[in-house]
């Protein structure tokens, strides 16, 4: 219509009008200019407003993913930079911010992540975040049985995450734990070991191991070779908690509690394939398949080894692991977690070496039939119940199914004895085979609300544990030969033990904290535990194991309180003091005695400790400082015959520092030492009339430390090289201090290149060769060595398929 106008007017001012209609027209035709022109603003204005009100109705949901394991991160933050609101991911890793303008900029946080800022409408629905490797790991699961910022929790806790793990390369648990500080597991062979933290290197149940915050055992039948029981190829991240964590798991979490977090379902389809073969005789495969199908996600994994030929003679072993994780996303509020875990191990028992053949590196083996035979089956079941942001309840409910059968070399004792039995027949040794099972059926409870009061977080539980087991030993004669080997055995009707136990354990625990004033946090926590163990012997008095039938019952309170401060974001200081407690194993209790006599054993922990993370971190540091004390804990006494009997020794001090350093000085270096320097002595003990009162406690390194540098190179994608040196300090190697063991310094060396779906590597363990020990003792009977492996050089292929993300940025 206007452009009509526009040629009318034009046409009749050509046609020579007079000037005042020529300037009536000249007037008309710039107020018609005037109304176009408003029109178009009006117009432009409008479709303006209209785009700017849909845009800013626009609702954006993202899915948060872990780089390295494709799985979904729970509790990340998204928040909006103008308004500082925003929304927290949930258990499938998706956030949904509605309402929003995509024009704002937000910040993506996690602990132990790179932080991500963009704009809303630049990021696609799928973000995957990298870990970082310098900084402190800031969640945590193990300290409260659910996710919680470091920050909050007065503990001296390590992480390994996914990325450490996987990097490893690791062919036994040991490879990874011993990065930790505070932590030496030592390699005993074909996955058997003995732990060190905060206590000297111990076969004791003063360590309790968790997968997925369950315990791998029940409580009163603790085995120190319970790690051999896991499935290394469903490790997602491992926890380590050093010192007493009787507060919330129970007995047996004295010098740590150890909790191997397992794999969760990837968000698309993954798996994975690797094998891996060293020059010692050990061949592994490794599987592992993941996927999610709308709110069902799916992890099977599993690993496969032997070993054959091996350096020392009688060392050969085999081992099937295998887990399933299924997880259900039942609605928003409720989630269901289900997993089980099957265990088949086999190993020939080497035993150790003499002086004589250890120094010489005569690496031979004393044993032609000793071995151990384990099967394990683990279920668990756990359905979530989020009541709102603030509240959650979980019901877990598991069951076990676990046997030992041995023919071990620790049992073995000679007929002749030259203190003992000077007459004995020098070809006869007597020995055990025993079978010691148990089932599990159990029950945990937790609810954990957060008040807005004083930032106010309770959690609170209970647990039910019924384990009936039995113990039957048979007794075997043993053929020594003149050259010292045991070289067969025959068995007898002689029954040594055949006992049943119904072992019950109910406990009820509590924990609470809150922040009086900004930046400080007070936590509190007690644990209330009841046993019950109902002995039923088979034999009569008479027998090696003859105690009576008989009802045993322990109980105990064990409180926790502590602090932490946090000045800054990135400095944090903390404290505690805890207890902890260990009631008798049944076997230490009942095996071999005629009256049990053994007294619980009670620990008390005062700790002082601080974090910080620095430059951007790209440096962190964590540190910690204790003192343990041990009243009646229990230990094993060699009698003159080459037996050992369980006493409770008097008291037993342990205190020392622990120590964490990472670096990242330069892009693609990174740096880190962990340690502990401690004195482990007894306070108070006598043994048969010898007083050891402020000796040192046997097998003790007065210094453990483990150091590590990896260099990734920005310019050749995908490959890393690593240098690792492993440090025990000398240590006594019995109780009267009378001889050390030196202790050693051993060197490794990982490369790996990754290509694509591609990855080999190469793992050359003991570069120097050095001839070292794992441990060290010394008995009546001489001197004992655990040899640790000669150099060792692994080898590894892997391929991995992973399906395209959608919307993946």
């Known amino acids: ?291 999610t199908y709308n709110k069902v996600g799916v992890v099977l994994s599993g690993n496969y080894s032997f070993r054959t030929n091996g350096y020392r003679e009688h060392s050969d072993y085999e081992k099937l692991a295998t887990s399933l994780k299924v997880n259900y996303k039942i609605n928003d509020k409720s989630f269901w977690s289900n997993s089980v875990t099957y265990i088949d191990y086999r190993a020939d028992m080497t035993g150790s070496l003499d002086s004589l053949s250890f120094f010489d590196a005569q690496y031979s083996s004393l044993q032609r039939f000793t071995d151990r035979d384990v099967t394990s089956l683990r279920a668990k079941s756990s359905l979530n119940y989020y009541w709102s942001k603030q509240s959650k309840s979980t019901i877990s409910a598991f069951f076990r199914n676990n046997s030992i059968k041995q023919n071990p070399s620790y049992r073995i004792k000679d007929d002749y004895s030259p203190w003992g039995n000077p007459d004995g027949d020098k070809n006869l040794a007597h020995s055990e085979k025993n079978d010691n099972s148990f089932n599990s059926y159990g029950l945990i409870l937790n609810h954990k609300k957060e008040l807005d009061w004083l930032k106010t977080k309770i959690t609170g539980g209970l647990s039910l544990d019924y384990s009936p087991s039995s113990y039957y030993a048979n007794y075997i004669s043993v053929y020594k030969s003149d050259a010292g080997v045991y070289e067969s055995y025959e068995e007898t009707d002689s029954v040594l033990t055949n006992y049943h136990t119904d072992l019950i354990n109910t406990a009820a625990y509590l924990q609470l904290g809150f922040s009086p004033i900004k930046n400080l946090r007070i936590s509190g926590a007690v644990r209330f535990d009841h046993f019950i163990y109902n002995y039923d012997n088979e034999l009569d008095s008479l027998a090696f194991s003859g105690a009576p039938d008989e009802r045993n019952q322990f109980s105990a309170f064990t409180p926790k309180v502590g602090f932490t401060y946090t000045p800054k974001k990135n400095i944090g200081i903390y404290g505690n003091y805890s207890q902890g407690f260990v009631p008798p194993q049944v076997s230490e209790l009942y095996r071999g005695v005629s009256v049990p006599s053994l007294e619980p054993a009670v620990f008390t922990n005062t700790e002082l400790g601080s974090w910080i993370n620095l430059w951007k971190d790209k440096a962190s540091l964590d540190l910690a400082v204790y003192r343990l004390v041990g009243l009646n804990e229990i230990i094993s006494v060699q009698q003159a015959s080459g037996d050992y009997v369980n006493e409770n020794a008097g008291k037993t001090l342990h205190q020392g520092i622990e120590y964490g350093l990472s670096l990242n000085p330069v892009k693609g270096v990174y740096f880190r030492l962990s340690g502990t320097n401690a004195i482990h002595e007894y306070s108070e003990y006598v043994e048969k009339g010898n007083d050891y009162s402020g000796k040192i406690m046997p097998r003790s390194p007065n210094w453990i430390c483990n150091s590590e540098i990896t260099y990734k190179p920005h310019f050749i994608k995908g490959f890393r090289i690593g240098a690792e040196w492993q440090h025990v300090g000398p240590y006594y190697m019995d109780a009267d201090n009378t001889i050390k063991y030196e202790g050693f310094d051993v060197f490794n060396l990982r490369v790996g290149y990754k290509w694509k779906g591609l990855e080999a590597w190469c793992n050359v363990m003991n570069i120097a060769d050095v001839n070292f020990a794992t441990n060290a003792s010394k008995s009546a009977w001489g001197q004992n060595y655990s040899p640790g492996n000669p150099r060792t050089f692994s080898v590894g292929l892997a391929y991995t398929f992973q399906e395209k993300i959608k919307g993946k940025k």
């Not at 979904?72 to 303008?101: Q, R």
């Not at 310098?134 to 193990?142: A, M, Q």
């Not at 896991?230 to 991240?237: L, V």
Request: glycine share 6%.
């Open 1 to 291: 219509m206007w452009i009509e106008f526009d040629v009318a007017i034009d046409l009749l001012l050509l046609s020579g009008l007079s000037g005042d209609h020529f300037l009536m027209l000249v007037i008309l035709r710039a107020k018609i200019h005037i109304m176009k022109l408003k029109l178009f603003r009006a117009l432009g204005l409008l479709c303006m407003l209209f785009s700017t009100a849909i845009y800013a109705q626009q609702n954006k949901k993202i899915q948060l993913i872990d780089k390295s394991t494709q799985t979904p991160i729970v509790g990340a933050k998204v928040m909006l930079k103008k308004s500082n609101t925003g929304a927290i991911s949930g258990t499938d890793g998706v956030v949904i911010l509605e309402n929003v303008n995509l024009s704002d900029s937000v910040i993506i946080r996690y602990p132990g992540y790179a932080s991500i800022q963009a704009k809303l409408g630049d990021l696609n629905s799928v973000l995957e975040l990298d870990q970082s490797i310098v900084s402190l790991n800031k969640v945590i699961v193990t300290g409260t049985r659910d996710a919680q910022n470091r920050s909050e929790v007065p503990l001296a806790i390590s992480t390994l995450n996914a990325t450490v793990i996987d990097e490893a390369k690791a062919t036994s648990t040991e490879q990874l734990l011993n990065k930790t500080p505070g932590v030496f597991m030592a390699d005993l062979g074909n996955e058997q070991h003995s732990m060190a933290i905060r206590q000297p290197l111990s076969y004791k149940s003063l360590f309790l191991y968790l997968e997925d915050g369950i315990p791998i055992r029940t409580t009163g039948i603790f085995n120190h070779n319970a790690l051999l029981e896991m499935n290394m190829a469903s490790f997602q991240k491992i926890e380590i908690v050093r010192g007493p964590s009787s507060s919330l798991y129970g007995s047996e979490a004295i010098g740590g509690a150890i909790n191997f977090i397992t794999v969760d379902p990837s968000v698309v389809m993954k798996a994975r394939a690797q094998i891996t073969a060293d020059n010692l005789g050990l061949k592994r495969g490794e599987v592992l398949f993941s996927d």
